[in-house]
């Protein structure tokens, strides 16, 4: 029989990632879903948008699921998730950075995406977190 070793829980900060990643890709998942539903609405269809809103819904679901295959793979401690976390809220600051330079009349909600951004790349390369991944990733290769 062999004997299963215990595998040390993610720090709190992980957690609290894996927790948005989670929400975030369920919510990405939900509104592609009524993205694609809106293509039946009357004006959609006047204005010929249906194709175009199809499309935008099927990429939220996308994205959706690699946030939640993304979270999943950070409370294993993989370092490809980590890494592709991090590239998700730096793409995502960024477009906050090009929104508010394009409208800046009311940046308070790009303001809190570029925050979450940095606290989330914070949270995974920082502390506890960054030696929890360190450690996981030479327990693997041992």
Known sequence: MQRRTERPKPPTPVVVVVVLAYGLGILDIVAGLVLILLRYDTEVRATGNAFTITWWGAGMIIAGLFAIAVASGLTRARRDARVLATIAAG???????????LDPAYPWFQLAVIVVAVLVILALWTGRSGRFFRDRSRARRA
């Open 91 to 101: 793409v995502s600051a960024i477009i906050a950075v090009v929104d508010i330079a």
